[in-house]
């Protein structure tokens, strides 16, 4: 007997498990997500978990308000949670320029229902104490950002998967899709399974996946560092907002009475690559040092590498899969956490019926794209400081 499903999603991060619970969530009867590894092996247990809504582009506004709303909704839903804590994010302003486009982003996210605000240099310093006075032009702030802890929504989408009935098959591999009689076969590494609908996610390896569909999916990985400090009194969370160094790429947040820090070297090609950077880690210590006194002296408690993906805009990737009707591609462009709740919702929407509410998709598709993989869309302006072309290989 064939294996039929009304839907295959493939990969069981944190775009392919919740795009699995939605698809369940709207009807179909049988959802079934392949995961070549185990849930959650990927990108998405080794994330920092920050979730922004101060995005750069309206598009990430909206991905990232859903996206915090249903951390909000996961235990009335659900039963569990990601642990979405509301902790508040500053975004600092060293340079006149950064000041000017600060002002110009707050209007656009004001405008979108953010409620952002500006703090004056003294304002500032003294929301963050933890803060060397003085060093910053001002900046912005939303005291409704926080963040997640990776492993627990790792945890909270298996549980919806299983509560929701999806078929969770780990250790399945996507080998590729070819025709059979009635449309698209998707073809894995215990056999075909005929589905109605596909929704292809990998987030670093999503390039790898679209080949094996014959697809061309600009979209790459690169290493990202993350280390955690040992505890000090004075990084109690009540006194440590979240803080972005946008132009030194790097971030960090109050963690188990520590500071958790995360930095992408922006001068390093692009590449699956789990090795701590040594040069690289010691070269934003100075920098957290310089703004964060008190880290100076701590020793690190915890330190990992991992592959983030990325794509050459920064921007998600969310739409059906060129000449490919039943297809649908579904990447969070290195904010899987910040929008990867949302970005499955709209993928999940875009298989059904080919438009979402969560956000207009339409330019969000493949279609931006030209031969080299570069965009027509502008880069969001608030990411990490990613490479912006795609790895050769
Ligand atoms: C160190 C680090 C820190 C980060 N911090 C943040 C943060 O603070 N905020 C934020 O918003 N984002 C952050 N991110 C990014 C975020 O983790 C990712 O955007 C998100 O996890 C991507 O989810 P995904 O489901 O697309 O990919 P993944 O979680 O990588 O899942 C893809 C899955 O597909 C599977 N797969 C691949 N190929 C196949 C195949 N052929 N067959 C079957 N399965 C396959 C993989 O095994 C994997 O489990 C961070 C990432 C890293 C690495």
């Given at each position: 007997?064939s294996d039929?499903?009304?839907?295959?999603v493939v990969?069981?991060g944190?775009?392919?498990?919740?795009?699995?619970y939605?698809l369940?969530?709207?009807?179909l009867a049988?959802?079934?997500?392949?995961e070549?590894?185990?849930?959650?092996?990927?990108?998405?247990?080794?994330?920092?978990g920050?979730?922004?809504?101060?995005?750069?582009?309206?598009?990430?506004?909206?991905l990232?308000?859903?996206?915090?709303?249903?951390?909000l909704?996961?235990?009335?839903e659900?039963?569990?949670?990601s642990g979405?804590t509301?902790?508040?994010?500053?975004?600092?302003c060293?340079?006149?320029?950064?000041?000017?486009?600060?002002h110009?982003?707050?209007?656009?996210?004001?405008?979108?229902?953010?409620p952002?605000?500006w703090?004056?240099?003294?304002?500032?310093?003294?929301?963050?104490?933890?803060?060397?006075?003085?060093?910053?032009?001002?900046?912005?702030?939303?005291?409704?950002?926080?963040?997640?802890?990776p492993?627990?929504n790792v945890?909270?989408?298996?549980?919806?998967?299983?509560?929701?009935?999806?078929?969770?098959?780990?250790?399945?591999a996507f080998r590729?899709?070819?025709s059979?009689?009635?449309?698209?076969v998707v073809e894995?590494?215990q056999?075909p399974?005929?589905?109605g609908l596909?929704?292809?996610?990998?987030?670093?390896?999503?390039a790898e996946?679209?080949r094996?569909?014959g697809?061309?999916?600009p979209?790459g990985g690169?290493?990202?560092?993350?280390a955690?400090t040992?505890?000090?009194p004075d990084?109690d969370?009540?006194r440590?907002?979240?803080?972005?160094?946008?132009?030194?790429?790097?971030?960090?947040?109050p963690?188990?009475?520590?500071l958790?820090f995360?930095?992408?070297?922006?001068?390093e090609?692009?590449?699956?690559n789990?090795?701590v950077?040594?040069?690289?880690?010691?070269?934003?210590?100075a920098?957290?040092?310089?703004?964060?006194p008190v880290?100076?002296?701590l020793?690190?408690?915890?330190?990992?590498?991992?592959?983030?993906?990325?794509?050459?805009?920064?921007?998600?990737?969310?739409?059906?899969?060129?000449?490919?009707?039943?297809?649908?591609?579904?990447?969070?462009?290195?904010?899987?956490m910040?929008?990867?709740?949302?970005?499955?919702?709209?993928a999940a929407d875009?298989a059904l019926t080919?438009?979402?509410?969560?956000?207009?998709?339409s330019?969000?598709?493949l279609d931006?794209?030209?031969e080299?993989?570069?965009s027509?869309l502008?880069?969001?302006p608030?990411?990490?400081p990613f490479?912006?072309?795609?790895?050769?290989?």
């Amino acid at each position: 007997m064939s294996d039929t499903a009304d839907a295959v999603v493939v990969g069981g991060g944190t775009v392919g498990a919740w795009c699995a619970y939605f698809l369940r969530q709207a009807g179909l009867a049988r959802v079934v997500l392949i995961e070549k590894g185990l849930l959650g092996q990927g990108a998405s247990s080794r994330a920092a978990g920050v979730v922004r809504m101060q995005g750069g582009t309206p598009e990430a506004v909206r991905l990232g308000q859903w996206s915090r709303r249903f951390y909000l909704s996961q235990r009335d839903e659900i039963g569990t949670d990601s642990g979405f804590t509301e902790q508040g994010y500053l975004l600092p302003c060293f340079t006149e320029a950064e000041v000017t486009a600060a002002h110009a982003r707050m209007e656009m996210q004001a405008a979108l229902g953010v409620p952002v605000r500006w703090l004056d240099p003294a304002e500032l310093d003294a929301a963050n104490p933890t803060l060397a006075p003085g060093q910053t032009l001002g900046g912005t702030f939303c005291a409704q950002d926080g963040f997640i802890a990776p492993p627990r929504n790792v945890a909270a989408y298996t549980v919806a998967l299983i509560r929701s009935g999806v078929e969770v098959r780990e250790r399945v591999a996507f080998r590729g899709l070819s025709s059979g009689g009635r449309g698209v076969v998707v073809e894995t590494s215990q056999g075909p399974i005929h589905p109605g609908l596909v929704v292809l996610t990998g987030g670093p390896k999503l390039a790898e996946v679209g080949r094996l569909a014959g697809l061309r999916i600009p979209a790459g990985g690169a290493r990202h560092q993350v280390a955690v400090t040992e505890r000090h009194p004075d990084l109690d969370p009540a006194r440590v907002p979240m803080v972005f160094d946008l132009a030194a790429g790097l971030y960090w947040r109050p963690e188990e009475g520590g500071l958790l820090f995360g930095m992408s070297n922006p001068d390093e090609p692009p590449g699956e690559n789990r090795e701590v950077d040594e040069e690289y880690l010691a070269k934003m210590r100075a920098r957290l040092a310089a703004l964060v006194p008190v880290t100076a002296g701590l020793g690190l408690r915890r330190l990992w590498a991992a592959t983030i993906d990325y794509t050459p805009d920064h921007l998600p990737i969310i739409g059906r899969a060129p000449g490919l009707d039943r297809v649908t591609v579904a990447c969070a462009g290195g904010a899987g956490m910040m929008w990867g709740p949302g970005v499955a919702r709209a993928a999940a929407d875009v298989a059904l019926t080919g438009s979402s509410d969560v956000l207009d998709v339409s330019p969000l598709g493949l279609d931006r794209f030209d031969e080299a993989g570069h965009s027509r869309l502008a880069t969001d302006p608030i990411a990490l400081p990613f490479p912006e072309r795609i790895a050769s290989s």
